[in-house]
């Protein structure tokens, strides 16, 4: 007991030269991350293991997860040459409106427990990008809070088909005074599923003081804190629904339904008169129906393989899911990207843009809503470099001539 206290001492030490550091070192060291994975390794110091497992986990065995990454890799860029390649154009166009990086933030729920920005520096970040935030129904920051934070942003709610309908009305209304622009349903979510790493550690919202979260905490000073001093740890958007933090976990859970069927999604579409978003589509006939239900966009996603822990890698199903869709309506690809070249393949199979959630919150948990800008941009810089080596001039001109499988499925 003595020495682990010892070395927590040290970390303590560490940690708090760390917070002295003057601001310009810090800047510097954020400078440096150049990759996805650099980011997510600088997370993995910044935060608590339980936080950052939190973060980085998937459900049960973790195979959809290493299925989603993996995928990328068994497709090879095959480039053209002695193409102009001098100006090469990022932008493109999701339910009508440019971004400039075809790289959107997926929502991501308690953002608060990472780091004290939360979802309003995500949305700052993709906002300074010029792209779009999906802002997560269980956030820690409100939907009024985020829209003041990002109030040029282009701005998505995301819900669920809860067992309450006049709990999501009241948010759809909420989003809609606050001028976002589309709703995103998530529809893989019936219940919730075994994530095992944060059962191991015994894993609550707010975070559970045992002896190892205690000392885990001491070793990471400035998340405990700002932890401390600007506490989000439960869902701001549902305030009031239970005593406390706790509580209202527990109402959240009870409000999955897993008797939805499309018949409550064909009910929301009437209620919502924006640009609709479905979320969690893997199979055509799916995608399809939800289409004919009005949806504008669907998003081919497995919940970053937090969900159905056999589910296939979204890039694999991608190209039927969009031949199935047409022109009908938009197809997005959500779960999995780590690269900027991951960007330019799931456009080759037919994504208009990517959703990522995990990138830009390892870069809020290695550094705040900084971070977070500095992953969207690694992930641009890295989109623009693959595509000048591609012969790619423009994104929205990529086809699937531009990939090719290598090794097996």
């Known amino acids: 007991m003595h020495d682990l206290l010892s070395v927590a001492c040290h970390q303590v030490v560490d940690s708090l030269r760390d917070v002295a550091r003057p601001a310009d070192r810090r800047r510097q060291r954020l400078a440096a991350l150049g990759s996805v994975e650099e980011v997510r390794s600088a997370a993995r110091s910044a935060l608590p ?4 497992d939190f973060v980085d986990g998937g459900a049960a065995d973790e195979v ?21 390649v001098s100006d090469p154009d990022l932008s493109t166009t999701v339910l009508g409106g440019g971004v400039d990086v075809p790289v959107l933030g997926a929502p991501t729920g308690l953002c608060g427990l990472v780091h004290v920005d939360g979802e309003a520096g995500l949305a700052r970040a993709m906002q300074d990008a010029g792209s779009v935030y999906t802002l997560a129904g269980m956030s820690s920051y409100s939907i009024e809070e985020v829209r003041t934070a990002a109030p040029r942003g282009r701005l998505w709610f995301q819900t ?4 309450d309908d006049a709990i999501v009305d009241g948010l759809m209304a909420r989003a809609v005074e606050c001028d976002y622009e589309a709703l995103v349903v998530t529809v893989d979510v019936p219940r919730s599923a075994d994530r095992r ?18 000392v885990d905490g001491l070793r ?15 869902a701001a958007n549902i305030a009031g629904m239970g005593d406390d933090a706790v509580r209202v976990a527990s109402y959240v859970d009870s409000q999955f339904d897993p008797s939805a069927s499309w018949d409550d999604l064909r009910s929301l579409r009437a209620r919502w008169k924006r640009p609709l978003v479905v979320k969690g589509i893997l199979r055509p006939d799916d995608a399809a129906r ?8 669907v998003v081919v996603s497995n919940h970053g393989g937090r969900q159905l822990d056999q589910a296939p890698a979204t890039l694999s199903v991608l190209p039927a899911i969009a031949e199935a869709v047409g022109d009908r309506a938009e197809v997005y690809l959500d779960s999995g990207v780590r ?13 208009r843009a990517c959703l990522v959630g995990r990138p830009i919150v390892y870069g809020l948990g290695a550094a705040g809503g900084a971070g ?29 001539g531009l990939v090719e499988a290598v090794g097996s499925a």
């Open 372 to 400: 977070a800008r500095r992953a969207v941009d690694v992930l641009a810089e890295e989109l623009r470099v693959a595509m000048m080596l591609t012969g790619v001039r423009a994104f929205d001109d990529v086809g699937p």
């Open 160 to 163: 669920y088909l809860w067992r």
């Open 220 to 234: 990471h000073p400035r998340w405990t804190r700002d932890l401390l001093q600007h506490s989000r740890v439960t």
């Open 339 to 351: 690269r900027g070249s991951d960007v330019l393949k799931a456009r080759a199979l037919g994504a």
């Open 49 to 52: 293991r339980v936080i950052f």
């Open 197 to 214: 790493r944060d059962r191991r550690h015994r894993f609550t919202v707010p975070p559970r003081l045992i002896p190892r979260s205690v």
């Open 64 to 84: 959809t997860l290493r299925r989603n990454v993996e995928a990328f890799d068994r497709l090879a860029l095959s480039p053209h040459v002695l193409v102009d």
């Open 290 to 297: 939800a289409v004919a239900l009005g949806a504008d966009a």
